[in-house]
């Protein structure tokens, strides 16, 4: 069942268009991710959802009921919505425990029972109930912050780029600790954000909204894997788009001949590889070869930028362990099946060379070498 229904929701300021024909469904104890990069509209759906503001067509249903519409708005209070903002969301002059039980009725506050178990859920030692908001880290009033919205049991959870103001080491425990929460508590929860690690990591499903308009709802895998633009790709992660020719399950392209992955379209394509697919290994044989021109090194993993015989350069990702040498010539070869984009000719002929391509996103010159590697 749907917790929360979205169908065909549109707002303007003004003359902006602001949201866009919106339509999501988000089951009931789950966690969606809305990925958008700034001002894609991401903190006005949200307002919509509160009841903060009225949108000017479709609907919200909220557990089965219709809390927005243009004829109907609901007012915040009766949504049976917990917040979750920012930063900065607890009173500070009051303790732990006052700030969890703050939005429940009168008699229910003064009963402290429910605050150790929601201290608990969301990984807090019982003990913080009488300390003061400031005796405790970003990450920790964050996870207050949740407790205090779980408190009244509400229908839908709503969180706004809640871990943007912890720094890194904080980010990435906070995170689970508020995963488990939602989930032990099995809470249905829409969290926004414009980080894409933090959407594929967080969300069961993860929807992007771009300029107003939702632009693809998937799994975080099928987000990943088979994006649904070039552009879309490079937005949620390095994407390395190499013109090729598919069919028959395979694409041929500068790197060979490879695997697509299925339903993927024929003919003239752009082939899309992920940085941690292409393997280096020791110059030779028929695979396509290259000359290592840089090496940026994180540890863990490392970045190769990589020539490769034609002048074209791509960037690879390797385990940090396995890391090359600046000038070291290598082999290359890719690993797993790859998505493909059908190619935008006319759009490349009339733009002269970029078709449509993202930002960043590294395009690969067609040339004649392409045909005489991997086949
Ligand atoms: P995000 O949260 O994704 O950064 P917002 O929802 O805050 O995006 O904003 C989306 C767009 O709507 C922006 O262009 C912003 O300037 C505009 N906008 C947001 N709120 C208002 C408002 N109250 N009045 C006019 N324009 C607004
Ligand atoms: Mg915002």
Same mark, same amino acid.
């Given at each position: 069942?749907?917790?929360?229904?979205?169908?065909?929701?549109?707002?303007?300021?003004?003359?902006?268009?602001?949201?866009?024909?919106?339509? !999501?469904?988000?089951?009931?104890?789950?966690?969606?991710?809305?990925?958008?990069?700034?001002?894609?509209?991401?903190?006005?759906?949200?307002?919509?959802?509160?009841?903060?503001?009225?949108?000017?067509? +479709?609907?919200?249903?909220?557990? +089965?009921?219709?809390?927005?519409?243009?004829?109907?708005?609901?007012?915040?209070?009766?949504?049976?919505?917990?917040?979750?903002?920012?930063? +900065?969301?607890?009173?500070?002059?009051?303790?732990?425990?006052?700030?969890?039980?703050?939005? !429940?009725?009168?008699?229910?506050?003064?009963?402290?029972?429910?605050?150790?178990?929601?201290?608990?859920?969301?990984?807090?030692?019982?003990?913080?109930?009488?300390?003061?908001?400031?005796?405790?880290?970003?990450?920790?009033?964050?996870?207050?912050?949740?407790?205090?919205?779980?408190?009244?049991?509400?229908?839908?959870?709503?969180?706004?780029?809640?871990?943007?103001?912890?720094?890194?080491?904080?980010?990435?425990?906070?995170?689970?600790?508020?995963?488990?929460?939602?989930?032990?508590?099995?809470?249905?929860?829409?969290?926004?954000?414009?980080?894409?690690?933090?959407?594929?990591?967080?969300?069961?499903?993860?929807?992007?909204?771009?300029?107003?308009?939702?632009?693809?709802?998937?799994?975080?895998?099928?987000?990943?894997?088979?994006?649904?633009?070039?552009?879309?790709?490079?937005?949620?992660?390095?994407?390395?788009?190499?013109?090729?020719?598919?069919?028959?399950?395979?694409?041929?392209?500068?790197?060979?001949?490879?695997?697509?992955?299925?339903?993927?379209?024929?003919?003239?394509?752009?082939?899309?590889?992920?940085?941690?697919?292409?393997?280096?290994?020791?110059?030779?044989?028929?695979?396509?070869?290259?000359?290592?021109?840089?090496?940026?090194?994180?540890?863990?993993?490392?970045?190769?930028?990589?020539?490769?015989?034609?002048?074209?350069? !791509?960037?690879?990702?390797?385990?940090?362990?396995?890391?090359?040498?600046?000038?070291?010539?290598?082999?290359?070869?890719?690993?797993?099946?790859?998505?493909?984009?059908?190619?935008?000719?006319?759009?490349?002929?009339?733009?002269?060379?970029?078709?449509?391509?993202?930002?960043?996103?590294?395009?690969?010159?067609?040339?004649?070498?392409?045909?005489?590697?991997?086949?």
């Amino acid at each position: 069942m749907s917790e929360l229904k979205i169908a065909g929701l549109g707002k303007h300021f003004g003359k902006q268009r602001v949201l866009d024909n919106i339509t !999501l469904d988000v089951g009931q104890g789950s966690l969606l991710a809305l990925l958008g990069p700034s001002g894609s509209g991401k903190t006005t759906l949200l307002r919509l959802l509160c009841g903060f503001e009225r949108c000017d067509g +479709g609907s919200i249903h909220i557990g +089965g009921r219709l809390v927005s519409s243009p004829d109907v708005h609901l007012p915040p209070e009766h949504r049976h919505i917990g917040y979750v903002p920012q930063e +900065g969301a607890l009173f500070p002059h009051l303790s732990v425990a006052d700030n969890i039980v703050f939005g !429940l009725p009168r008699a229910e506050r003064r009963q402290r029972h429910r605050v150790a178990e929601l201290l608990e859920m969301v990984g807090l030692p019982a003990s913080f109930a009488e300390r003061a908001p400031q005796q405790l880290s970003g990450g920790q009033q964050q996870r207050v912050a949740l407790a205090r919205a779980l408190a009244p049991k509400p229908a839908l959870v709503l969180l706004d780029e809640p871990f943007s103001a912890l720094d890194a080491a904080l980010r990435g425990e906070t995170r689970q600790a508020v995963a488990a929460a939602l989930d032990a508590s099995n809470t249905t929860a829409l969290m926004v954000t414009h980080d894409q690690a933090e959407a594929l990591t967080m969300g069961s499903q993860v929807a992007v909204l771009w300029q107003g308009r939702l632009l693809q709802v998937a799994s975080p895998q099928t987000l990943y894997q088979r994006p649904a633009s070039a552009a879309l790709a490079d937005f949620v992660g390095d994407a390395i788009l190499l013109p090729g020719e598919a069919g028959n399950g395979e694409a041929l392209c500068l790197l060979g001949r490879l695997p697509l992955l299925d339903d993927m379209p024929q003919g003239a394509v752009n082939v899309l590889l992920r940085p941690e697919q292409i393997c280096l290994q020791p110059a030779g044989g028929s695979a396509p070869q290259a000359e290592v021109i840089d090496v940026s090194y994180y540890g863990h993993d490392a970045s190769v930028r990589l020539m490769l015989a034609d002048g074209s350069l !791509l960037a690879a990702r390797v385990p940090g362990h396995r890391s090359p040498q600046p000038g070291q010539r290598v082999s290359l070869s890719v690993e797993g099946a790859v998505a493909c984009f059908a190619a935008p000719q006319q759009a490349q002929e009339a733009s002269g060379g970029r078709g449509g391509l993202p930002a960043g996103a590294t395009r690969l010159q067609h040339s004649p070498a392409l045909f005489r590697h991997g086949s």
